[in-house]
């Protein structure tokens, strides 16, 4: 049974350029969680989606950035016109449809740098 | 206040010491408490969970919750230099995305 995946692993963009990170949950799993993670900080929570709906955006910036989970395919969080500030390395996680306990799992994580 | 707070370490032990690392936190609806353990440049791993106060063993770890306290902790008995990592506690409650400490870096000297 595959774990969660996501790619490409190591992503590197030009400031303006647009970044489009891919996450494929664990099987069974229709939640998906995006996190990101600066260097020598926790993992911040971003959005939170389940197939073809959006239930927690909270965290996610209002501008540039944008998450979807299609009713086939993966999860993607897209960044357009990066900043250097975009760099940081991003989690993806998923879980089983909710009951209660929310026992995330994580995939390797994206590390995108921007030049 | 930040809502889940972990002293970032390092913390430096001998192999086969008892470590002890901990967490507070601030929101009285958290219910569930995870530990996760991210070996650098990887992903978090979920080493365990525990749901309201208790504690729950699994093998050389054992996790500890005090809700009256908001205090959470986990304890790692038989400490390997394997067990090197960050590790990262979590909280959340019902149907809730969790919110994460920054994590607390443990080196295990053999």
């Known amino acids: 049974n595959a774990g969660v995946m996501q790619n490409p692993r190591h992503l590197v963009r030009r400031r303006g350029q647009e970044a489009r990170l891919r996450c494929s949950p664990m099987k069974g799993h229709s939640h998906v969680y995006w996190y990101r993670q600066l260097p020598e900080e926790g993992l911040k929570f971003m959005v939170y989606?389940?197939?073809?709906?959006?239930?927690?955006e909270s965290g996610m910036p209002k501008e540039r950035f944008s998450a979807e989970f299609p009713k086939e395919g993966p999860s993607i969080l897209r960044i357009q016109q990066v900043v250097r500030g975009d760099s940081a390395a991003y989690f993806c996680?998923?879980?089983?449809?909710?009951?209660?306990?929310?026992?995330?799992?994580f995939g390797p994580g994206t590390r995108l740098t921007v030049l | 206040q930040k809502e889940v707070e972990q002293d970032p370490g390092p913390l430096s032990v001998p192999e086969g010491a008892i470590v002890s690392l901990n967490c507070t936190y601030s929101?009285?609806?958290?219910?569930?408490f995870m530990w996760y353990r991210q070996y650098s440049r990887k992903g978090p791993e979920l080493l365990m969970y525990t749901y309201s106060s208790g504690n729950k063993e699994d093998g050389r770890f054992t996790a500890q919750v005090d809700k009256s306290s908001k205090y959470i902790s986990l304890f790692i008995r038989d400490s390997q230099p394997s067990d090197s990592a960050t590790y990262l506690c979590a909280s959340g409650g019902s149907y809730s995305t969790l919110t994460f400490g920054k994590g607390t870096m443990l080196l295990v000297s053999p």
């Open positions: 929101n009285s609806a958290f219910q569930y």
């Open positions: 989606l389940q197939k073809e709906n959006i239930i927690d």
């Open positions: 996680a998923s879980s089983l449809p909710a009951s209660g306990i929310n026992e995330q799992f």
